[in-house]
Each structure stands twice: as structure tokens, then as C-alpha cells.
Antibody
């Protein structure tokens, strides 16, 4: 079955960096758009970034533009999120999700189980 | 403050019908962008429930249905079951933000 598994979360100090990974299986990874979505406690999800199948199209939300970098390695069916200059407000569970590109509003399915990132001194 | 507005909570008795509204604006739902819905059970990741306003993935029971009109969309659940207790989120695209946006979520309680 289609599966996405995140790793790399943890506790980091403000201003620090962290790299998240997401391993995909059960689908044609190299033909799929993929995304990173986060959810702070008690809030709705927030789409942070997504990357095209070949990596030549990338979207970033304004909240992370210039600080976070999405990338992928299709040879290893892996998606990454490099997070720099982390702030307390970046504390959240981070999910990777496959993107279905539609003519009107992309959707996300499935999602991984998530990895918790805590930014605190 | 989410771009898409949902009531914090709704409730219903087993077997009843409930609806969850999602209100947007002229830069998202009102501009004609599709609405999708997700169900998040406690401690788990969101799962796609409705896509393209009205379409259900094959694994989703027909008790769940979606609709859209003007600047709003709605999720309806008929024949409520205890296992439907969850958070429900709507999602669309916003042209002002140039990206996908989510609602703040609605907690469904089955009394």
C-alpha cells in the first residue's frame, strides 16, 4: 500500500537547524508531487512547501520562504525538508503528503504519520 | 486566523445527520476553486475524505458527502456513528496567498 514515513524531528534551540526526511513506498515516487505540511497543537494544517516530480517546480508558503528548503532524491524514494533559523512558532508536527495536482486546488493524499519538531531553549 | 472558517465544534446523536460548514471568500472558494475535506482521528494524521467538492475516495462510506455553493462549502454526515468522532478540516486554494489553505477545523462529537 501507499506509505510515507517521516523522520528527523526533535528538540532544537531557536536559531538552530533540522533536516526532516520522508521515505515513500507502494507508489511511483518519481512520478509524484510531494509536500510538507505542518500542524501546530490545536490548529489546522498549514501547507509549507511542495515539489514537482522532477524537482523543477517548487512552492513555499511565505511563512517559511528563505528559511526552509525542500528537495527530493528519486533514486532513494526520499523527500527532505531542510529547516534553518528555526523559531518557536515553527513548533508543530510535520507531515509529508503526496500531492494530487488538479486544475483547481491540489489535494493531499496520503499523509505520513508525522514527526514532531519542538523549538525551545 | 484561518483563511477558511469552520465552527469549532458540532455534535449529533448516533444515527442523526450533521453538517459542517466551511466559509471562504472571493479569493478562494468564491473564485471557483475546489474544496477538499479531511478527517483526523485523535492522534493520527489527516485522511482525505472528499475531493473536488463532491467526490469520495472508494474507501470512504457514502454516508459522507460534500457540497459547494458561492463562497461556502459543506460536509454532511448521515447515519452518525461513534467512530465518526474526529476533527474535520476543509481545504482549498487561495489566489491572494498563491497556495493551498486549510480551515481551522471542526470537532465532531457523537453524543
Amino acid at each position: 500500500q501507499v506509505q510515507l514515513v517521516e523522520s528527523g524531528g526533535g528538540l532544537v534551540k531557536p536559531g538552530g537547524s533540522l533536516r526532516l526526511s520522508c521515505a515513500g513506498s507502494g507508489f511511483t515516487f518519481s512520478a509524484s508531487y510531494l509536500s510538507w505540511i505542518r500542524q501546530a497543537a490545536g490548529e489546522g494544517p498549514e501547507c509549507l512547501s511542495y515539489i514537482s516530480d522532477s524537482g523543477d517546480y517548487i512552492y513555499y508558503a511565505d511563512s517559511v520562504k528563505g528559511r526552509f528548503t525542500i528537495s527530493r532524491d528519486n533514486t532513494k524514494s526520499s523527500l527532505f525538508l531542510q529547516m534553518n533559523n528555526l523559531r518557536a512558532e515553527d513548533t508543530a508536527v510535520y507531515f509529508c503528503a503526496r500531492v494530487t495536482v488538479a486544475g483547481s486546488a491540489n489535494w493531499f493524499d496520503p499523509w505520513g504519520q508525522g514527526t514532531l519538531v519542538t523549538v525551545s531553549s | 486566523q484561518s483563511v477558511l472558517t469552520q465552527p469549532p465544534s458540532v455534535s449529533g446523536a448516533p444515527g442523526q445527520r450533521v453538517t459542517i460548514p466551511c466559509t471562504g471568500s472571493s479569493s478562494n472558494i468564491g473564485a471557483g476553486y475546489d474544496v477538499h475535506w479531511y478527517q483526523q482521528l485523535p492522534g493520527t494524521a489527516p485522511k482525505l475524505l472528499i475531493y473536488g467538492n463532491i467526490n469520495r475516495p472508494s474507501r470512504v462510506p457514502a454516508r459522507f458527502s460534500g457540497s459547494k455553493s458561492g463562497t461556502s462549502a459543506s460536509l454532511a454526515i448521515t447515519g452518525l456513528q461513534v467512530e465518526d468522532e474526529a476533527q474535520y478540516y476543509c481545504q482549498s486554494y487561495d489566489s491572494s496567498l498563491s497556495g493551498e489553505v486549510f480551515g481551522g477545523g471542526t470537532k465532531l462529537t457523537v453524543l
